[in-house]
């Protein structure tokens, strides 16, 4: 079976002053009347009725969040009527690896050896069949054995992202659309290194979406990263369950190094320690379906629906003689005039106004917030 993993522990920092510490960004309805959290589960269904020949039997989502926010996700989950295979609860986040690892660890439990899909909470994907169709066959290949990426084609040299070498086409049985075989991983390169994978044309963006059996997680978490290994089976033996949660002792987990799947193994999988078969077994499925991980309020106003004038406006906005803005006005009126290419959100304790180019700079507010304590 195929058994999705959603990773819901980021903060999101760069959408303030919606997106809290408290709040983050994939409990928001950015993108439509539900959440990120809500889309990326709901985005699933049909997946078994539209590929019936892929057998893919899709199980209930496991989800992976900081303590802070069980209960944020089982009511989001309770409202669109899906129940959680389990709810597991990190005292303080140790980044993507050894979330993952807690997932295969749990997801282990019930079924043999279930192959995960992995997915960020906070990514919205325009077409959905689209994407399910190439879920349907990453699941083909990831029962074969392979680690399957999904590549989306790089509009500019972003920094944030991590990149993938496509390779040769990617024979196998049933497929319905492409995969090739994955030459090279590179998690955030530099802006220079970035500008030259974009002139190649050989390289795609990692999606940060993935597809693997839980034991082949395992074991590569186990050879590139014995300490998270170590650590988080430890504290996954000595984790109390509470319901749909699962709970984690502090001081186990907080023992795991902190490190991102695309450092600890992704880029391994691909570098001098890796062997023949690693590389042969990883693949790239390149995904052309409105794909963004809403990184920032630019991102958002790209994504939603704009009017005639190019502007995006989310509650009680107006706007006069104003082209490509993003207007976010849910507790009173905002009203902007003769302007373009802005920002404006407000909440009832703050507001941003910023150039819809300096979105990526809204993070120097969070660092001056820091800083004040
Ligand atoms: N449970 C849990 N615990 N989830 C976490 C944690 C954690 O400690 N840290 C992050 N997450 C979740 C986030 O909520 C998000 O859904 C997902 O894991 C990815 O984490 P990010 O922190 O957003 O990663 P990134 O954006 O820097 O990079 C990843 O995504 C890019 C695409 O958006 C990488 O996979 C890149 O290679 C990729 O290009
Ligand atoms: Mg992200």
Redesign the pocket.
């Known amino acids: 079976s195929l058994q999705p993993v959603i ?4 903060s999101g920092t760069r959408l303030w002053p919606l997106s809290r510490e408290a709040y983050p960004k ?1 409990f928001l309805p950015l993108t439509s009347e539900h959440t990120m959290l809500q889309e990326t589960v709901l985005r699933l269904d049909g997946l078994d009725a539209e590929h019936p020949r892929h057998a893919v039997g899709l199980a209930a989502p496991l989800l ?2 900081n303590d802070a926010h069980r209960f944020l996700v089982a009511e989001q989950l309770r409202v669109i009527g899906v129940e959680a295979a389990c709810i597991v609860l ?1 005292p303080k ?4 690896a050894p ?1 993952l690892t807690l997932a295969a660890l749990a997801a282990t439990q019930d079924d043999e050896d279930p192959i995960l899909l992995v997915m ?4 919205t994907i325009r077409n959905e069949s689209g994407f399910r169709a190439a879920v349907a066959d990453a699941y083909l290949l990831a029962r074969e054995g392979a680690v399957v990426t999904f590549g989306i084609v790089p509009s500019k040299p972003e920094t ?3 990149y993938i070498r496509q390779g040769r086409v990617y024979q196998a049985e049933g497929l319905a659309g492409r995969a090739y075989a994955l030459d090279g991983f590179v ?1 955030k390169p530099d802006a220079e290194t970035a500008q030259g994978y974009l002139a190649s044309g050989d390289y795609l ?4 979406i993935f597809v693997l059996k839980a034991s082949l997680w395992l074991g590569l978490v186990e050879r590139f990263c014995p300490d998270i290994a170590q650590a988080v089976g430890k504290a996954f033996v000595a984790a109390t369950e509470d319901g749909d949660f699962l709970r984690l002792d502090a001081d186990l987990f907080g023992a795991s190094p902190s490190d ?3 450092y600890a193994v992704m880029e391994r999988l691909c570098g001098p320690d890796a062997d023949a078969d690693d590389l042969a077994s990883a693949v790239v499925i390149p995904l052309d379906v409105g794909w963004s ?1 809403v990184g920032a309020w630019s991102a958002l106003w790209e994504v939603r629906e704009q009017d005639a004038a190019g502007n995006v406006l989310d509650g009680d906005a107006f706007v006069h003689n104003a082209r490509n803005n993003l207007l976010m006005a849910n507790h009173r009126m905002v009203a902007a005039v003769g302007v373009d290419d802005l920002i404006l959100v407000e909440t009832p304790d703050a507001v941003l106004v910023a150039s819809k180019e300096s979105a990526q700079d809204v993070k120097a507010v969070i660092q001056f917030l820091q800083r004040q304590g």
């Open positions: 990773l819901s522990g980021g994939q992976i969040c990190e986040g140790r980044n993507t979330a960020p909470a906070d990514h944030g992202y991590g998690e963006w990692n999606s940060g991102s799947i695309d991980d």
